[in-house]
């Protein structure tokens, strides 16, 4: 684990070596428009101990946006200092950073606690999407109990978006693996309502064989955000966006036909400047 100090320190290092940094792609290599951003979850640790200078320190290296995780739902894993800022005072040391939030992952447990008051969180904090971000199933789950959470998470979604919100269903690796025959992920994409519930890739899952283009390709509309992370080829190595095996021309390309909207880089703190350096070289000119 990081300290502060630590952290701070490797991210303002590795965000001025970027600047000597080569650009990343060439005239035919991949485009995007899309704002660069980072999932909290990654930097918790930093940001219990320091949020104002972590975050600050990530803006300078290049991101411009974040995604939370629940302070109320995600309490237990670092993020309940949070709650002592109020919606207020968190979007206010979020804007002093320089950076924007429209997206934060919740619990299923505090969904089904009390959705209103999640709904009331994300409303405040001015944002437009709710990630549901696991199933709250374990090994011993039946196709028909991923069914039975589809049904819950439409009828979950039909109510934010009453309220303006859209609901979205992130993915893990365990979604890629075959449940009585057959592949979870198709199941979930089968029962969850196209419309009320939109999708966030892990792209993670590439080390499963699985790629994001594809399913962008194939279910047009669904994806309204990704997590990005790229992989060495080897064992489990994540490596910083871009100096790994992941086509990211093909991931963006297909990208707008999948809907996307927002993308989070979700890896270890060390590879977030170089990730963010490599993604503003991919700006559309």
């Not at 619990?107 to 969180?121: H, P, V």
């Not at 990704?226 to 100096?243: K, M, R, Y």
């Not at 963006?252 to 880089?265: P, R, S, T, W």
Request: aromatic share 10%; proline share 3%.
């Amino acid at each position: 684990m990081q300290t502060r100090r630590q952290f701070l320190q490797s991210t303002a290092a590795a965000a001025g070596a970027g600047l000597l940094m080569p650009r990343l792609t060439s005239a035919f290599g991949p485009r995007t428009d899309l704002t660069i951003g980072f999932q909290t979850w990654v930097v918790r640790e930093a940001l219990e101990e320091d949020i104002t200078g972590s975050l600050s320190s990530l803006a300078d290296a290049g991101y411009e946006s974040l995604e939370l995780c629940s302070p109320a739902g995600y309490g237990k894993y670092g993020f309940g200092h949070m709650a002592q800022y109020g919606t207020d005072g968190l979007k206010g040391i979020i804007g002093d950073a320089g950076l924007n939030c429209t997206s934060s992952h919740f619990t299923i447990a505090e969904l089904r606690e009390d959705l209103m008051s999640s709904i009331g969180f994300a409303q405040a904090m001015g944002l437009t999407q709710m990630v549901v971000a696991h199933p709250g199933l374990g090994s011993e789950a039946t196709l028909d109990d991923y069914k039975g959470v589809c049904d819950e998470l439409n009828t979950m979604g039909k109510a934010t978006l009453t309220d303006g919100l859209q609901f979205v269903y992130h993915n893990h690796n365990f979604e890629f693996e075959k449940l009585e025959g057959e592949l979870i992920y198709d199941v979930l994409l089968a029962h969850l309502d196209p419309e009320v519930v939109k999708m966030q890739f892990q792209v993670w899952v590439v080390i499963a064989g699985y790629k994001a283009a594809d399913y962008f390709r194939a279910h047009p509309g669904r994806f309204i955000s990704a997590h990005l992370s790229d992989w060495s080829g080897e064992d489990e190595t994540q490596v910083p966006i871009g100096a790994g095996v992941v086509d990211w021309a093909d991931f963006f390309d297909a990208g707008k036909e999948g809907g996307l909207q927002n993308i989070y880089v979700e890896m270890g703190p060390d590879t977030l400047p170089d990730s963010a350096t490599y993604l503003k070289g991919l700006r559309a000119d």
